[in-house]
């Protein structure tokens, strides 16, 4: 694929470039934001040693699969980094932020977690489109919160993102304001169900329905009544997700998991969420 950026797009990438900064884009939908993302992982993977890139987007997840967020730790840039399987994987089970602020905040505060473990490589994170109204205010605050990015560059067609600008400033972050053109092109509502159902399908390739025994293993839902299909996010003790399952049922007191998944010893909880997949085509009921 051709990219294709304006002058100030560019300069500020050489910028960052230089830098071992924490990274964090913010735009509306359709804004570039994941391009600009891997231009600026590719600008900085030709100079730093080890870039983590951060999807902390659950709907157009590049990297991973939709209703997580992931992290990955790369030393070269990808030819593809849809391919690129995540080092560190969070479960949300939505395929929107949407009243799953508390697992999103919690989610990235356990990446960074990470991020300074590893002695704090430069960062690059990716984030959703929701900027609209007080529950985009609200979201982006929170992310950055957590994040402590030392730049926030955000992505602007006209004056959408006045008002999280002022919010971001005046919490004390850096913030570059860059405009958006011709360039980037407009995805509709099919395109994005398209690509969440791709890559689910393809996720749950080659999976088999697992029995668990609940007993000695946590259990969380999100519903009352879980449907078969119904997302399911297995994971291991400190709260991250080592795969992805769909609830296929309870039998002789067993759940039945459909999952990818081939190694259970750091299985530790059950997890269900909101989304139901259809396990063959991989389409959101
Ligand atoms: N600099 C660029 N040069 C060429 N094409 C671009 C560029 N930036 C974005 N595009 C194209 O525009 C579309 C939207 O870009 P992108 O997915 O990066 O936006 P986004 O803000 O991450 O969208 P979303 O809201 O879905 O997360 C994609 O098809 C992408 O290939
Ligand atoms: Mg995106």
């Known amino acids: ?92 089970g939505s395929n929107s932020p949407s009243g799953f602020f508390t697992e999103v905040i919690l989610g990235v505060h356990s990446l960074v977690q990470v991020l300074e473990e590893k002695g704090n490589p430069p960062a690059v994170m990716d984030t959703s489109g929701l900027i609209k109204g007080e529950e985009g205010k609200r979201l982006k605050y929170m992310k950055s919160l957590v994040f402590q990015p030392d730049l926030v560059v955000i992505l602007e067609r006209e004056d959408e993102m006045e008002e999280i600008y002022s919010l971001l400033l005046n919490g004390g972050f850096r913030v570059e304001k860059l405009r958006v053109g011709d360039f980037v ?69 067993k759940v039945k998991i459909f999952t990818p998944l081939k190694n259970f010893d750091d299985l530790k909880i059950i997890w269900v969420g909101r989304l139901i997949i259809d396990p063959e085509t991989g389409e959101e009921k």
């Not at 969440?196 to 088999?208: A, D, I, L, Q, V």
Request: charge should be positive; glycine fraction near 10%; charged fraction near 25%.
């Open 1 to 92: 694929m051709e990219w294709e950026f304006p002058p100030a797009w560019k300069k500020l990438a050489e910028e960052i470039s230089s830098q071992d900064w924490r990274i964090m884009l913010v735009g509306g939908v359709d804004c570039g934001k994941t391009t600009y993302a891997q231009y600026i992982l590719k600008i900085l993977l030709e100079k730093k040693e080890e870039v983590a890139y951060i999807n902390a987007d659950v709907g157009q997840a590049i990297l991973g699969p939709p209703a997580t967020l992931s992290m990955s730790f790369l030393k070269r840039f990808p030819s593809q980094l849809e391919t690129v399987l995540p080092d560190y994987q969070w479960f949300i």
């Open 185 to 253: 092109k407009v995805k509709t509502r099919q395109d994005r169900i398209n690509f969440r159902r791709e890559k689910f399908k393809r996720y749950f390739e080659g999976s088999e329905v697992n029995e668990f025994s609940l007993k000695g293993l946590g259990f969380v839902s999100h519903t009352k009544v879980i449907q078969r299909g119904q997302l399911v996010g297995l994971l291991e003790e400190k709260g991250f997700l080592l795969g992805l399952g769909l609830w296929m049922g309870v039998e002789n007191g």
